[in-house]
């Protein structure tokens, strides 16, 4: 590997060819399926990165919140999916101001949502591209697959909206469960989407788009008939929880903190310089079905695990009793959710051959 003494830690280091190799992957897993690509750009925030996966065949962005979709359109995507309800009025007239410069499309699950936007869109002398998000299982946001196409026909009939299409996020959901069976889950998640994409139809909507998937069943939605486009997202860099769901392998992993070990007052456990402001910690460990050990996974030593955190401390055990870590050691910790690890770092490097280059996280923190 490159020589990494001179960073400062902790840091985020991602393998660019690894990157590639896996937006490759999922653009021709997607395209095989006559599908689109629609990532989402949570897991790394970086204008950079997003145009990077525009040129390995995504047909736009998929984006969390408006201040991100703002950070995305200034370095020049122009085609954004910004997967959240947009309530209140403030993130509204960003969005109308936003729709100005690039084609975007907004979320909604309410009646009442849908108001205000068609009432903003009115006032401004538009038309709001819009999809209703849909609960398929996960029981988060979406309107209950049971009311949604009440609720489509009342949507496609307020001013200023264009209804066209439909999109949900399921997870790993089966039957209502949590389940580690991919490709039933996807199956599952893209037949029920394309199943009511056909009832909205018969209504006489003009549904385009039928929107699923992520990065573990992003491949088996694609698979369905009806289904047009998938928005995985951790795929580009992958970590640990794509590990244990079966949706990678641990050398496929292209993202890694590097970290210091700065204590080791015992043989069974040292001390790294990051904790909770370092790793994502957004999931439950040793919790069905998956039983993470950890918030992250020492690269090359199975026996080491990031089993506990507090805001500057990372506790690194060892399985076997004794870490072998000494002071001043550095090593690299893959974790398990790398998506919240980077909102955490106003910075990241990104390692092409013999070069690293420092990045900056464009849309860190742009959460409304």
Known sequence: MLELGYLETPTVVVDMNKVRANLKGMKEIVAASGCMLRPHVKTHKITELARLQLEYGANGITCAKVSEAEVMADGGIRDIFIAYPLVGDFRI????????????????????????????????GICLEVRLEVDTGLRRTGVPYHKASDLAGSIAKLPGLKLTGIFTFRGLIYDGKPTNDNSAAGRQEGEMLAALAVKLRG???????????????GKYVAGVQGVTEVRPGTYIFQDFMQVKEGACTEDECAAFV????????????????????????DFQINTAPFYHEGYGYVAGNPDLVLSRVNEEHGIVTSKSGCTGLKVGQRICITPVHICSTVNLHNHIWLMEGDQLRKVRVDARGMLV
């Open 93 to 124: 007239r960003r969005a109308v101001e936003l729709s100005r410069r690039t084609r975007l499309i907004l979320a909604v699950d309410s009646f009442d949502g849908a108001k205000a936007l068609s009432d903003a869109a009115v006032n401004a």
């Open 258 to 281: 590097l970290a210091t070990v700065v204590s080791t007052p015992d043989d069974g456990y040292a001390i790294v310089d990051g904790g909770s402001k370092t790793y994502g910690t």
């Open 203 to 217: 209504q006489g909507l003009d549904i385009r788009e039928v929107s699923g998937g992520s990065s573990p069943t």
